[in-house]
């Protein structure tokens, strides 16, 4: 069974930096596009970045040119970095496949709140 753990958020001052982790276990790690995606209070959950397995990226427009998406096949993470957080990066941020969710029970997620 797949396990997705995220980790690495936290309350910060607009402007500030966080970074992200999700460890996946259960699931041949290397061979998986992966994402990471946030659900804001009444929104519905969105994309915010994807790697593929050769390491090229995608980024949300919203996100583009802050955030940088990362992997390391050999502790099966990626990670996100996340700079000059605004308060509408405030959300619940979980990884998953991407570009089509393939792990159907999604982890906790890490709540990032981010004060103006």
């Known amino acids: 069974q797949v396990q997705l753990v995220e980790s690495g958020g936290g309350l910060v001052q607009a402007g500030g930096s966080l970074r992200l982790s999700c460890v996946v276990s259960?699931?041949?790690?290397?061979?998986?596009?992966m994402g990471w995606y946030r659900q804001a209070p009444g929104k519905q959950r969105e994309f915010v970045a994807g790697?593929?397995?050769?390491?090229?990226?995608n980024y949300a427009d919203s996100v583009k040119g802050r955030f940088t998406i990362s992997r390391d096949n050999a502790k099966n993470t990626v990670y996100l970095q996340m700079n000059v957080l605004k308060p509408e990066d405030t959300a619940l941020y979980y990884c998953?496949?991407?570009?089509?969710?393939?792990?159907?029970?999604w982890g906790q997620g890490t709540q990032v709140t981010v004060s103006s």
């Open positions: 259960g699931s041949t790690f290397s061979g998986n596009r």
């Open positions: 998953n496949t991407y570009p089509i969710i393939r792990y159907t029970s």
């Open positions: 790697i593929a397995t050769g390491g090229s990226t």
